[in-house]
């Protein structure tokens, strides 16, 4: 009976473990709307108007399409040569870099499934 007991709770305790978030799905299970997946990506440079490249400078998106999806970061940063690429969910964007150098828009950004958009961002 105790052999038993111990068999019954090793069995339980597997498969409390084995359900949790990391667990493998098939491709018949329906999307968790609540995961984020990458479908392409929106990458560019952040310049002054003379040209010069903006490090650190915060590119923010705002999902313009409906219903919006859950996006993996609050922002993407420059890096020293004023370049990011942000990977994203498909959807209609708009990006804003905000910086001490001024401020710059691209709107009506339609990422498609595997795509690659290039948006660069001239502050003004």
Do not use: F, K
Request: contains cysteine; proline residues 14%; charged residues 15%.
């Amino acid at each position: 009976m105790r052999r038993t007991g111990c068999l019954l709770a090793a069995v339980a305790l597997t498969a409390l473990c084995t359900t949790g978030p990391d667990t493998p799905r098939s491709n018949d299970d329906p999307p968790d709307p609540a995961e984020p997946r990458p479908a392409g990506a929106i990458s560019g440079r952040v310049l002054t108007a003379a040209g010069t490249p903006v490090p650190d400078c915060p590119v923010l998106p705002e999902a313009t399409s409906h219903p919006a999806p859950a996006l993996p970061e609050l922002a993407a940063v420059t890096n020293a040569e004023g370049h990011y690429r942000w990977p994203l969910p498909s959807a209609t964007y708009t990006l804003t870099a905000r910086c001490a150098q001024g401020t710059a828009h691209a709107t009506n950004l339609v990422l498609h499934p595997g795509e690659e958009l290039t948006a660069d961002l001239i502050l003004g």
